[in-house]
């Protein structure tokens, strides 16, 4: 299926230089820089821990995706990210098991670590999981 291995694991937090202190300085996590993802209306932080990222997602807006999963489950654990070698066959595949996606096609971003290509899969379709698609490109 082309599913490599978790890259991310996303924490929505109300401050994010806080949050960054936090990992870093407590846990030893070596933060990246802060960036910002207006169509979501976020900034954020990909924290490294090895091979893993913890990225801090704080809201810009209070109408944003962020905004509104922090005031409906507070702070804390938001997606796990996986990454994946081709993001459309995978999701052609995943969509033939019954996994719903929030959008048709994957979006593009830069991010600290390279330009990428994701895509959410609904929760509702993984247990209430917010699994995120990554791939590289």
């Known amino acids: 299926m082309g599913i490599e291995r978790v890259l991310e694991v996303g924490i929505a937090v109300r401050d994010l230089d806080k949050a960054i202190k936090l990992f870093t300085e407590v846990l030893g996590l070596t933060p990246g820089e802060i960036e910002t993802y ?5 900034r954020f932080n990909l924290c490294r821990l090895g091979e893993v990222y ?3 997602i704080e809201p810009t807006a209070s109408e944003g995706p962020i905004a509104k999963f922090i005031e409906t489950h507070g702070e804390g654990l938001h997606h796990i990210a996986l990454k994946v070698s081709n993001i459309e066959e995978t ?3 995943l969509r033939g098991k019954g996994i719903q996606f929030t959008e048709e096609t994957p979006l593009y971003l830069q991010v600290g670590y390279g330009r990428v290509k994701f895509a959410f899969a609904h929760p509702q379709s993984l247990h209430g999981v917010l699994i995120e698609l990554i791939e590289a490109i």
């Open 38 to 42: 207006e169509p979501y209306k976020m």
């Open 54 to 56: 913890f990225e801090l």
């Open 91 to 93: 999701m052609r595949q």
